[in-house]
């Protein structure tokens, strides 16, 4: 079984942008490439701040810009792939937001979710990933060390808060190759590892580091050893923003799962976990 678990409904790119659209042709493209990579199944998980129904939870201008499409229509167009026979997965990709974390899960209560990712993209109002030296960024205002443990704080508290299924993109905090000394990094991933297997949620192998300045997959090998170790359960993701990112370098990611020792795939339904067996 191979999955794709994380991925954004966009149209073609536009003047080299890539619109987001709820449509089933624009769905259909994202399924046609996954078919061609040897995907067995696609998840879609928009980011949850798109969303108006979301909307009391933003402060940022990035969110609230952003906050304007309506999450039913979202659904049922996932609903409908789904009636139709396609091997698809409604998701969303859950913000770390703190305090408001409660409340975000009761805004998304009700709807028919497959699987709930959920991602560290700001601490506090700062970016871990806005640009290494953006005005808006953590980068600017805290040292390396600092900001490891800042961003490994926040994906503890997500991972415990019952608000997801699997952690994202896990160590995105590495986007800039930004890294305090070795061992350092080791005893947060250690650390990070333990809080994970605490809270019972998967952790995803993403291959979309591999095109961000860090050039590497999202977990580091040592960091997806020590989950592995704990028997935490893994996914497969692009991240995909495009269609024809799907399954992008996955030859490399299950190369790395090889060498981890992980053989199987975790795969979601309602929100319900199994194991099928990690074909590659």
């Known amino acids: 079984m191979i999955v794709d678990y994380h991925m954004h409904l966009r149209g073609p790119l536009v003047d080299g942008s890539e619109p987001l659209v709820h449509r089933l042709d624009a769905l259909q493209r994202f399924v046609e490439r996954a078919q061609e990579r040897g995907v067995d199944e696609i998840a879609f998980t928009e980011h949850v ?23 039913d229509a979202y659904c049922e167009v996932i609903a409908e792939a789904k009636d139709r026979g396609l091997p698809v997965k409604l998701g969303l990709e ?17 709807y028919p979710w497959d699987i709930l990712l959920g991602s560290v993209h700001w601490l506090g109002d700062r970016a871990v990933d806005a640009g290494e030296h953006a005005a808006d960024g953590i980068w600017s205002v805290l040292p390396v060390e600092d900001v490891w443990r800042a961003y490994f704080d926040a994906l503890a508290e997500l991972a415990g808060s019952g608000a997801l299924d ?61 989950c592995a170790r704990r028997e935490v359960p893994v996914t497969l993701a692009s991240d995909a923003h495009q269609s024809e990112l799907v399954g992008e370098d996955y030859d490399r990611a299950l190369k790395l ?20 067996p990690l074909a590659g």
Do not use: M, N
Not at 201 to 225: H, I, M, Q, W
């Open 94 to 110: 859950v913000e770390h937001v703190g305090d408001r974390q409660g409340r975000l899960s009761e805004l998304l209560a009700g």
């Open 49 to 71: 701040y798109y969303f108006v129904q979301t909307r009391e939870i933003w402060t940022r201008p990035y969110q609230l810009d952003r906050c304007v499409f309506d999450l």
């Open 257 to 276: 799962l090889d060498t981890v020792g992980v053989v199987d795939v975790a795969v979601f339904s309602g929100r319900e976990r199994r194991l099928e």
């Open 166 to 226: 699997v952690l994202a993109h896990p160590d995105l905090v590495k986007i800039y190759d930004r890294r305090p000394a070795r061992g350092v990094v080791e005893r947060l991933y250690e650390q990070a590892a333990a809080a994970i297997e605490a809270a019972g949620v998967a952790v995803e192998v993403s291959t979309a580091g591999l095109r961000k300045p860090v050039g590497e997959l999202y977990p580091d090998p040592y960091f997806l050893a020590e």
